[in-house]
């Protein structure tokens, strides 16, 4: 009775062992997805507007196939389509850093592992933000780090003008900006920045000088404010 009892228990146990194998129940032999890894290595950073492509793999203890998916979180950029392939080519949309994540899955067993890369979407800016021109002096924009195209605009064309190159010319005695606008490339968010333009008021002092016929010199004092 004994003798019986030992072997149905143990073809019992023998039935569960084969049993959690074939459901994949994880730390059993089934957990086959080793590893997961993202090209390139290194958090990326890109302009707003800006792409990058990245490629993943993965590796498979138990031979085979993987499946993949790609998700973004951070709200930053975009995922090209489609988003279920080895690679992806992610869009910078606004200044900021988003998450990357690559799921690979075991088709065999459903198990899964993952990996992760940061993508740093970073802003356009100046070379210099401000200058002062006395009039008719100029001076070049220099805008940086951006995509798509750049337009110019002056606050007071009295003050300053700016050429559709970003030359900008002094007229006149005053303060103005000049906005420097972007519209990136792949539908990312239009930046603005502001190029401070101050030219000086020129004054002579006195601004009258009788000279009598006896006189060999005047004194004339130039101020600039």
């Not at 073809?11 to 569960?16: E, G, H, I, R, S």
């Not at 890109?46 to 590796?59: D, E, F, K, M, R």
């Not at 005695?173 to 539908?187: E, F, K, L, R, Y």
């Not at 401070?196 to 130039?222: C, K």
Request: hydrophobic share 35%; glycine share 10%.
């Amino acid at each position: 009775m004994k003798k019986t009892i030992f072997v149905k228990a143990t073809a019992v146990l023998t039935m569960l062992a084969l049993a959690l194998v074939i459901t994949g129940i994880p730390g059993t032999a089934l957990a086959t997805v080793d590893s997961v890894s993202i090209t390139p290595p290194a958090s990326s950073s890109i302009p707003v507007g800006g792409q990058v492509t990245l490629s993943g793999s993965a590796t498979l203890s138990g031979g085979g196939t993987p499946t993949y998916a790609w998700t973004e979180s951070g709200s930053h950029s975009s995922l090209s389509s489609p988003t279920t392939g080895t690679s992806v080519t992610v869009t910078g949309l606004s200044v900021g850093d988003s998450t990357i994540r690559l799921t690979a899955t075991d088709p065999s067993d459903s198990t899964t592992d993952y990996a992760e890369q940061t993508i740093s979407v970073t802003a356009m800016y100046l070379t210099s933000s401000s200058i002062t021109l006395a009039p008719g002096s100029t001076s070049q924009i220099v805008p940086n780090n951006y995509t798509g195209t750049i337009t110019y605009g002056t606050g007071s064309s009295a003050v300053a003008t700016v050429s559709s190159s970003g030359l900008v010319t002094a007229v006149g005695s005053g303060t103005t900006n000049i906005t420097v606008t972007n519209t990136p490339a792949h539908g990312g968010a239009t930046q603005t920045l502001t190029y401070a333009v101050t030219v000086p008021t020129v004054a002579i002092s006195p601004s009258s000088q009788t000279i009598s016929a006896a006189s060999t010199s005047v004194t004339v004092t130039l101020n600039v404010t």
